[in-house]
Nanobody, 122 residues
Framework: QVQLVESGGGLVQPGGSLRLSCAAS????????MSWYRQPPGKERELVAA????????NVADAVKGRWSISRDDAKNTVYLQMNSLKPEDTAVYYC???????????????WGQGTQVTVSS
């Protein structure tokens, strides 16, 4: 059974920082592209950041570029999202995603975590 478990969310003041973690099991972690998505209340899910398998190439959404970074530790089967300078508009449920390298997002080798709530408020 593939399982992705997010942690690290919570309530934080504007300007603060959080680090989200996603621990994966039941898959060959190093073979998967990993990413973070978020879904603000009343809005659609959107890609926040991604890190590729093998190459380690990263992409970060424009909305968070310069504030956040994504990283992975294949030895720990974990992907991280470092979130600095948080803003109220970052409030959302954050989801971890795993997709097997070289396969499509609509394919069967796509997995999601349960999500973790991040609330940025004074």
């Amino acid at each position: 059974q593939v399982q992705l478990v997010e942690s690290g969310g919570g309530l934080v003041q504007p300007g603060g920082s959080l680090r989200l973690s996603c621990a994966a099991s039941g898959l060959t972690f190093s073979s998967y592209d990993m990413s973070w998505y978020r879904q603000p209340p009343g809005k659609e899910r959107e890609l926040v950041a991604a890190v590729a398998s093998v190459t380690g190439r990263t992409n970060v959404a424009d909305a968070v570029k310069g504030r956040w970074s994504i990283s992975r530790d294949d030895a720990k089967n974990t992907v991280y999202l470092q979130m600095n300078s948080l803003k109220p508009e970052d409030t959302a449920v954050y989801y971890c995603n795993a997709k097997l390298r070289g396969t499509s997002f609509s394919g069967k080798y796509v997995y999601w975590g349960q999500g973790t709530q991040v609330t940025v408020s004074s």
